[in-house]
T-cell receptor
């Protein structure tokens, strides 16, 4: 597709449930980022992939969060044993630059996760 | 650690008047600076960036921003506001270190309301 696609757009999970959020970046984009955006806040960095390599996972809030990009294209963000504080919009972005470079990122519409 | 400050949660401006959305930053070395806009229920869209060169940067939809190194600022401006400019605006920064991965940090956002 022409842009970054995320699915599902909305996810309601019961506390303790595992969830998987999918991101389809723009074809050919080397860099892929995941961000968490709480209501009324700016995006907070979670993790960064260059192709299939996860170069930075310093923003993942706990070991319940796990991300992968096994073939260097589609990425999945998995949250295990969800908690209420995980409720947020999860944004995926991709860019053609490497190492986070000087190129702008293209964002998906996000997945709004609500943990009840 | 790098940071971005957007001191105004909301900016109100009358349609046709000039607008300014403020951003200051803190980063080691030379910065790469970005502005993004977010419309309701949509992902962030890139507006403009400063990497190097001319301090006045022009971007999409008639927006421009001026990089001021001494004041560590990168304020977003537009000569004549439109009602359709009403949205949430985010400033972002990363260190412009050559050859190394650097994380992008976002501000908390400024809501722009253009009044007809």
């Amino acid at each position: 597709g022409a842009g970054v696609s995320q699915s599902p757009r909305y996810k309601v999970a019961k506390r303790g449930q595992d969830v998987a959020l999918r991101c389809d970046p723009i074809s050919g984009h080397v860099s892929l980022f995941w961000y968490q955006q709480a209501l009324g806040q700016g995006p907070e960095f979670l993790t960064y992939f260059q192709n299939e390599a996860q170069l930075d996972k310093s923003g993942l809030p706990s070991d319940r969060f796990f991300a992968e990009r096994p073939e260097g294209s589609v990425s999945t963000l998995k949250i295990q044993r969800t908690q209420q504080e995980d409720s947020a919009v999860y944004l995926c972005a991709s860019s053609s630059g490497i190492l986070g470079g000087n190129t702008e990122a293209f964002f998906g519409q996000g997945t709004r996760l609500t943990v009840v | 650690a790098q940071s971005v400050a957007q001191p105004e949660d909301q900016v109100n401006v009358a349609e046709g008047n000039p607008l300014t959305v403020k951003c200051t930053y803190s980063v080691s070395g030379n910065p790469y600076l970005f502005w993004y806009v977010q419309y309701p229920n949509r992902g962030l869209q890139f507006l403009l960036k400063y990497i190097t060169g001319d301090n006045l940067v022009k971007g999409s939809y008639g927006f421009e921003a001026e990089f001021n190194k001494s004041q560590t600022s990168f304020h977003l401006k537009k000569p004549s506001a439109l009602v359709s400019d009403s949205a949430l605006y985010f400033c972002a920064v990363r260190a412009g270190a050559e050859g190394g991965y650097q994380k992008v940090t976002f501000g908390t956002g400024t809501k722009l309301q253009v009044i007809p």
